[in-house]
T-cell receptor, first 113, second 110 residues
Framework: DTEVTQTPKHLVMGMTNKKSLKCEQHMGHRAMYWYKQKAKKPPELMFVYSYEKLSINESVPSRFSPECPNSSLLNLHLHALQPEDSALYLC????????????FGPGTRLTVL | AQRVTQPEKLLSVFKGAPVELKCNYSYSGSPELFWYVQYSRQRLQLLLRHISRESIKGFTADLNKGETSFHLKKPFAQEEDSAMYYCALSTYNQGGKLIFGQGTELSVKP
């Protein structure tokens, strides 16, 4: 399996809801990433996990909470989001946390009402 | 500070015409440079990285350290090349964090 998968594909939630995004890879990669992407803009890095430990948090608001249960899985827990958080959330993985190529998932399209 | 500049937001060419997407970077050390492509409704994927020196889908990119540029070129554009192209920089001292340019939307007309 040489792909990064993400579920769900689409998510609509209210500002008081709690939801989670899921990302999975079975390429044996040790680094995993969450990005946020607005329409026709580049991805913005949110979090990096290396060997299941949080390595980078790009000053993301606490209403986004990442979790890496094991080396293949990455979750993003969402709570009390704002409409401006509506975006495409991308997961990526790379062989290690360094200069190696990042492989991106298809993204979850999130709409916050 | 590290920065990637893609001066053209939109580039429109006719099929069969040469295309060049510009990318300039700002970094004092030795960067790792990439071109990523995002076709409509598809995932972001790596097109080229400078260390591999490959030609993918007819595209090439040469790192010019003197001009701090990594322009993407193709001699004959095809309609299926229409997509969003992002130049990205990765530096070891930031742990391989990718710094993206703002992107250039390439439109190839028939």
């Amino acid at each position: 399996d040489t792909e990064v998968t993400q579920t769900p594909k689409h998510l609509v939630m209210g500002m008081t809801n709690k939801k989670s995004l899921k990302c999975e890879q079975h390429m044996g990669h040790r680094a995993m990433y969450w990005y946020k992407q607005k329409a026709k803009k580049p991805p913005e890095l949110m979090f990096v996990y290396s060997y299941e430990k949080l390595s980078i948090n790009e000053s993301v608001p606490s209403r986004f909470s990442p979790e890496c249960p094991n080396s293949s899985l990455l979750n993003l827990h969402l709570h009390a989001l704002q409409p401006e958080d509506s975006a495409l959330y991308l997961c990526a993985s790379s062989q290690d946390f360094g200069l190696s190529e990042q492989f991106f998932g298809p993204g979850t399209r999130l709409t916050v009402l | 500070a590290q920065r990637v500049t893609q001066p053209e937001k939109l580039l429109s060419v006719f099929k069969g015409a040469p295309v060049e997407l510009k990318c300039n970077y700002s970094y004092s050390g030795s960067p790792e440079l990439f071109w990523y492509v995002q076709y409509s409704r598809q995932r972001l994927q790596l097109l080229l990285r400078h260390i591999s020196r490959e030609s993918i889908k007819g595209f090439t990119a040469d790192l010019n350290k003197g001009e701090t540029s990594f322009h993407l070129k193709k001699p004959f554009a095809q309609e299926e090349d229409s997509a969003m192209y992002y130049c990205a920089l990765s530096t070891y001292n930031q742990g391989g964090k990718l710094i993206f340019g703002q992107g250039t939307e390439l439109s190839v007309k028939p």
